[in-house]
């Protein structure tokens, strides 16, 4: 993997400026190819629940961009990059179905009603080089 938090997140960022459509569902698929990743897992929750423990961070505090934000609910869950502002993430079916979009990264929590998990500096069997990770 060659690509950088940032370039992950800016990979998003190209994708919603040219209004990529046919996402709706796909938000492992878009995260991880914005990353540069093979398929491996079939949804966001299982990527999750695989995902080793060491690799699992609690909190919305000091999240890395490019980092990949969890959410529980739905029958697969859901996933985000963080994006280069503080509060705000990548992802697909927010802020509008079947587009990429920034949205603040409580979105998913308040309109969806999904429970916010953590986010991880692993995805699919790659530990993401992440800039200012913290202590």
């Not at 934000?69 to 963080?82: A, D, E, F, W």
């Not at 920034?102 to 986010?119: A, I, T």
Request: net charge positive; hydrophobic share 35%.
């Amino acid at each position: 993997m060659k690509r950088t938090g940032k370039a992950a997140a800016r990979q998003m960022e190209r994708w919603s400026n040219a209004g990529k459509t046919g996402v709706k569902g796909l938000c492992l698929k878009t995260c991880r190819e914005a990353w540069g990743l093979p398929a491996k897992y079939p949804s966001a929750i299982v990527s999750w629940n695989r995902t080793p423990k060491k690799y699992k961070h609690k909190g919305f505090k000091d999240i890395p961009v490019g980092a990949v934000l969890y959410y529980r609910g739905g029958k697969y869950g859901h996933i985000v990059i963080q994006s280069e502002l503080k509060n705000k993430v990548w992802g697909t079916d927010l802020p509008r179905v079947n587009k990429i979009g920034l949205h603040h990264r409580r979105l998913p929590v308040n309109k969806w009603k999904y429970k916010y998990l953590g986010w991880a500096s692993w995805l699919n069997g790659h530990e993401l080089p992440l800039k200012d990770m913290p202590k």
